[in-house]
């Protein structure tokens, strides 16, 4: 039993004049003529503070490119044909190997996950797989400052 699914085609809203993104394209012009205006208040002014009207206009124009940046990258158009699967839409060609690879890939990356569980044991037991807290010999030398009037070496077990 079969069910055949029909996609109708997609019409593309055209937008005029500054694109989809008016607010972050009105937000860069503005502060790109703010920082403009700041950076001239600096050197035309002729004011004691100079460099910081100077400096200052340099960031906020700077600070523009991130609303260039979101205008540009909003208004990117994408084929719908390259968008299918990001909204739900059925792909219908290669529909039976894009699940076969799926199928493979979700296989694959749950054994690389399963083997990092080290076979379901948990990091408390010892390596052998008993409740045994591991034991980790501790080595240290004591100068005559310290605790030891003997430059010898101390052995200590540490147990975890």
Same mark, same amino acid.
């Given at each position: 039993m079969s069910t055949s699914v029909q996609v109708e085609p997609v019409m593309e809203k055209s937008y005029g004049g500054v694109g989809r993104c008016k607010c972050s394209f009105w937000f860069a012009v503005a502060h790109d003529i703010l920082g403009v205006f700041i950076m001239m208040v600096g050197v035309f002014g002729g004011l004691v503070i100079h460099d910081l009207f100077i400096y200052a206009g340099a960031i906020i124009i700077f600070l523009s490119l991130i609303w +260039? /940046?979101? +205008? *540009? =990258?909003?208004?990117?158009?994408?084929?719908?044909?390259?968008?299918?699967?990001?909204? %739900?839409?059925?792909?219908?060609?290669?529909? %039976?190997?894009?699940?076969? /690879?799926?199928?493979?890939? %979700?296989?694959l990356s749950n054994? !690389?996950?399963?083997?990092?569980?080290?076979?379901?044991?948990?990091? @408390?037991?010892?390596?052998? %797989?008993?409740?045994?807290? @591991?034991? /980790? =010999?501790?080595?240290? !030398? *004591?100068?005559?400052?310290? @605790?030891?009037?003997?430059?010898e070496l101390c052995r200590e077990t540490l147990s975890i």
């Open positions: +260039w /940046v979101f +205008w *540009y =990258s909003g208004n990117i158009d994408v084929p719908p044909e390259e968008l299918e699967d990001d909204v %739900g839409m059925i792909k219908l060609k290669n529909r %039976g190997i894009s699940r076969v /690879v799926r199928r493979v890939s %979700g296989r054994r !690389i996950r399963n083997s990092f569980r080290k076979n379901g044991r948990s990091f @408390a037991e010892g390596p052998e %797989g008993n409740n045994r807290p @591991a034991e /980790v =010999s501790l080595s240290t !030398i *004591y100068d005559n400052d310290f @605790a030891s009037s003997s430059k």
